[in-house]
């Protein structure tokens, strides 16, 4: 493997809740705690998981909209934070979740295509003829310079935002849900569309997305967040089938399927009980203890350290420990390789 | 099934007019729901599924819209025939409504049981039935225990921002329990929510199914609840019912071109998919292609679906609306 492109070590995130007359500080919320990981040049790394797990604050983080509290983030080696990182943020661009909100209504597509363009002083022919280039990239047809977001349908406007993303020739996309406010018939365009980008234009991708199944069709590695932590990360092969975390394992058995073969492939776990905890008052020990059918006196006092299953594989629970033989009777937790 | 199913649509037209121009959105929709079935009308955003919902219940603005032919039979009786009042009495008791998003759906500043205990006023009010508030509130707490929520009593003292989505959602069934409708139409249940709680919610509607004997029609974009949760499945597009049928046979035999190419746009979970998604898109309904309205983005299409396809047959109590089943299905 290369130098990785993109490094993210013990990222960390809690923000304070203000309440009262004089906004004073009432506690705080850990939004995301202790969260590493890295990627290479070319791939697609993506971070599932449901409301409150922190993707969305990890994918501010990485492209600067938030500053991280604890941990570092590198860029080609070197820290976002640092004056010399700070130049290289260029390199990270965002799309977001709904094209309709994330576009500005009273300019036209090619004004907000142009807007990266224009921070980088380039001259009015020069821009207009990266705008033509990056519709045609896009794939929309060039009199959608002129056109404004209420005229487009929802594909429409997220290429739109794809094009603006791209204009400042980024390195990394960091795409935060960027087709879960589609049809499934439009999602799969543009999803096709992002493949081919990412293929013609080296584009490195962090995916965000509470959709599995969509997730195990486009990228390569996947980490998994509960609470905030990072709970498994993998290749989606070992991922998807082999989980190894209780939580993975419910996750994955609670996602609507469309085919026998595909019910077939899930791991049978019971529908989880309750919901997700508010971040604002996070477990004690391993945040997922309180719905963890397999949850015994250890996991409310401990978080569990990360346990290898493979290479590139890691969870962290405490039935996965080496030596821990709690689950080797039940087919919960199958040994990795089994 | 002999006797009439408890809601029976049959070939209901709908057009909206617009600054002079008028839109022919719905052609000969026809579905039935029989008590204690689970029914899903599946289709993506701007095929008339929430306009066809709106007929049934009787709350589509007309104007714009207006229902040009065919018949809403509820127990026997064609709603289009029943006037204003009657309809009234009918519309939340007979049937009610489990809206979407339980974030939005609920008014913030008053109580859940504040809520609950008002519609069941107004519902009381229309019946002409005699309660006092705590016979009221006696129903809520009743209600509530019936979508499973833990210490209905607490639960009706809080306010929606107290609690979480997944209780919001049972909230929201449970308002549209109070009134013992015998049909449930829930518009995009649990697509708010997270998928581990939307798998509670999908539980709770098939017990309420059963244990109840509602008849539940679900209206929804997302093809794995429908694999879920549905006996019966409708597929809509532009509009039109394209495709019926018991969902183990549509999801084993999809058969229509449009419900061929919706699947495949669905991400697979073993990894198998190709994202070719469907070219083109929606017709206009001010001039909708004369046939079938899905030929101009149909691989299949020839001259012959210039006229509206048959209904025919693939399977047991299974068919398609379209000319050229053969070859689809090859």
């Known amino acids: 493997m290369s130098e990785p492109l993109l490094e993210v070590i013990g990222l960390g995130k809690t923000f304070a809740v203000r309440g009262g007359l004089l906004g004073t500080v009432r506690g705080e919320v850990k939004a995301v705690g202790d969260v590493s990981f890295s990627l290479s040049k070319g791939e697609a790394f993506g971070l599932a998981g449901e409301s409150g797990s922190g993707k969305s604050t990890i994918a501010r983080m990485i492209v600067g909209l938030t500053a991280p509290s604890a941990g570092a983030i590198l860029f080609e080696g070197s820290d976002l934070a640092s004056p010399q990182g700070v130049a290289s943020r260029r390199a990270i661009q965002m799309v977001f979740q709904n094209p309709g909100s994330s576009l500005n209504p009273r300019r036209s597509i090619g004004q907000s295509i142009a807007v990266p363009l224009e921070a980088r002083k380039l001259g009015r022919a020069h821009i207009e003829r990266r705008v033509a280039r990056l519709l045609d990239l896009v794939q929309l047809p060039a009199d959608f310079r002129v056109r404004y977001p209420y005229e487009l349908s929802g594909g429409q406007k997220q290429r739109a935002a794809i094009a603006r993303a791209l204009a400042a020739e ?169 | 099934m002999s006797a009439e199913p408890l809601l029976s649509v049959r070939s209901l037209s709908v057009d909206f007019s617009t600054y002079g121009r008028v839109s022919h959105v719905l052609r000969d929709v026809s579905l039935d729901v029989p008590a204690r079935r689970h029914v899903a009308l599946v289709g993506e955003s701007g095929c008339g599924k929430s306009v066809t919902m709106k007929a049934i219940m009787g709350i589509l603005a007309q104007p714009p819209a207006r229902i040009v032919g065919g018949e809403i039979r509820f127990d026997g009786r064609d709603l289009l025939q029943v006037r204003g009042g009657e309809w009234d009495a009918w519309r939340g008791t007979a049937m009610s409504m489990v809206f979407q998003d339980p974030m939005t759906s609920l008014n913030p500043v008053f109580t859940i049981g504040d809520q609950m205990e008002t519609i069941l006023k107004y519902a009381d009010r229309r019946l002409g039935r005699r309660r006092d508030r705590r016979g009221r509130l006696d129903r809520v707490y009743e209600v509530l225990a019936q979508v499973r929520m833990p210490d209905p009593e607490r639960i009706a003292k809080s306010y929606p921002i107290m609690l979480s989505g997944g209780m919001r959602q049972r909230v929201l069934i449970a308002m549209a329990l109070l009134t013992e409708p015998r049909l449930l139409i829930a518009d995009e249940p649990g697509t708010a929510l997270d998928v581990t709680t939307q798998a509670q919610i999908l539980k709770l509607l098939r017990d309420l199914v059963e244990e109840r004997g509602l008849a539940l029609l679900m209206i929804t974009h997302n093809l794995g609840l429908v694999r879920e949760a549905a006996d019966f499945v409708y597929v809509m597009y532009a509009g039109a019912v394209v495709e019926r049928g018991p969902a183990v046979e549509i999801f084993a035999r999809p058969s229509h071109p449009y419900t061929r190419a919706l699947f495949d746009c669905v991400p697979k979970l073993s990894g198998e998919t190709t994202f070719k998604g469907i070219d083109g898109s929606l017709p206009d309904y001010g001039a909708p292609p004369p046939g079938c309205r899905f030929a101009p983005r149909c691989p299949l299409a020839v001259a012959m679906c210039n006229r509206s396809p048959d209904e025919r047959p693939v399977g047991p109590n299974h068919s398609a609306a379209c000319w050229r089943l053969e070859e689809a299905v090859a």
Request: aromatic share 6%.
């Open chain 1, 170 to 338: 980024p390195k990394l996309l960091v795409l935060d849900e960027p087709t879960s406010a589609l049809d499934v018939s439009v999602q799969a365009k543009i999803i096709e569309l992002l493949i081919e980008l990412g293929r013609s234009l080296g584009l490195t991708y962090v995916f965000i997305s509470h959709d599995l199944s969509l997730m195990r069709n486009f990228v390569s590695r996947v980490g998994v967040l509960y609470l905030g932590r990072l709970i498994e990360v993998g290749s989606v092969a070992r991922i998807f089938d082999a989980p190894a975390h209780p939580y993975t394992r419910s996750l994955i058995a609670s996602v609507p399927v469309i085919s026998d073969a595909e019910q077939a492939m899930k791991p049978k776990e019971p529908i989880l009980e309750g919901e997700v905890p508010s971040p604002a008052n996070l477990p004690k020990g391993c945040a997922f203890h309180t719905r963890c059918p397999y949850a015994f006196a250890l996991c409310a006092e401990i978080f569990p350290d990360a346990v290898a299953l493979d290479v590139d594989h890691f969870a962290r629970c405490h039935l996965l420990a080496p030596g821990e033989s709690r689950l080797r009777d039940t087919a919960a937790v199958r040994a990795p390789g089994a």
